[in-house]
């Protein structure tokens, strides 16, 4: 009986760590406004060592890019394109059998928008997938 405990504790014991969810990358989100109404939205990544995040463009047949998609918000105008602080590393991934691209420690993004009304209260929400 002693021994059947035993290995019940064992399979618990194992499903547990299994179970645990690693997060290698940290988002932090910030808005910064430069006057009443053009500010920028602030992405600050920590990339964990030996993680990546793959890059915005990838071709067809690879993993999946990294985008950042923003809610329309009425009175709210994103101006231009998701900008990283850095070009990403470029090389030829064995596995996928493709150039791909991604960085490897820790990135910034900014997206500049411009509000229509500096005396209204805006909420910007989105989706980010990596």
């Excluded at 406004?33 to 995040?53: P, R």
Aim: with cysteine; hydrophobic share 35%.
């Amino acid at each position: 009986m002693l021994k059947y405990i035993s290995i019940i504790c064992s399979l618990l014991f194992s499903f547990g760590v299994s179970a645990q969810v690693q997060n290698p990358i940290k988002w932090d989100t910030k808005v910064e406004m430069s006057s009443s109404v053009d500010g920028e939205i602030l992405f600050t990544l920590s990339i964990d060592k030996g993680w990546h995040l793959y890059g915005l463009n990838l071709p067809d047949g690879g993993p999946k890019a990294t985008s950042i998609t923003f809610d329309k918000v009425d009175g709210v105008e994103y101006v231009g394109t998701l900008e990283p602080s850095r070009e990403p590393i470029s090389k030829f991934d064995n596995i996928f059998e493709l150039n791909l691209n991604w960085w490897d420690s820790n990135i910034e993004f900014k997206q500049k928008f411009k509000l229509s009304s500096p005396d209204k209260c805006y909420k910007l929400q989105g989706r980010i997938e990596y």
